[in-house]
């Protein structure tokens, strides 16, 4: 069982940047293949960013491209968000998932993730 706890969410202006980290409780944490998701108020829970097990592998939600990085530290059993000039329709509950790595989707679901964290609310003000 992993364990996931996302932090750094928060009020920030349009055009700022945030960055949002989530530290997982397993050691084999290079096992895994990991995610943010997001979702907003009355909406589904939409892709945003992927990394496979080693970082060598990224992918973006076509929202996301261009202004957020994701990144991971095997070392130290974290991965993070790093989210530049935001825009108010970023405004949702940031989720990190994992899933043992596999074969990379052509599509990321949430479905097709195995452990999740709680969310960290960002607020993106106009």
């Known amino acids: 069982q992993v364990q996931l706890v996302e932090s750094g969410g928060g009020l920030v202006q349009a055009g700022n940047s945030l960055r949002l980290s989530c530290a997982a409780s397993?050691?084999?944490?290079?096992?895994?293949?990991m995610t943010w998701f997001r979702q907003a108020p009355g909406k589904d829970r939409d892709f945003v960013a992927a990394?496979?097990?080693?970082?060598?592998?990224?992918s973006y939600a076509d929202s996301a491209k261009g202004r957020f990085t994701i990144s991971r530290d095997n070392a130290k059993n974290t991965v993070s968000l790093q989210m530049d000039i935001v825009k108010p329709e970023d405004t949702a509950v940031y989720y990190c998932?994992?899933?043992?790595?596999?074969?990379?989707?052509?599509?990321?679901?949430?479905?097709?993730?195995?452990?999740w964290g709680k969310g960290t609310l960002v607020t993106v003000s106009s």
């Open positions: 998932a994992a899933r043992v790595a596999s074969a990379w989707p052509a599509e990321w679901s949430p479905n097709g993730m195995t452990y």
């Open positions: 397993d050691r084999t944490f290079g096992r895994y293949d």
């Open positions: 990394i496979n097990w080693s970082g060598g592998r990224t």
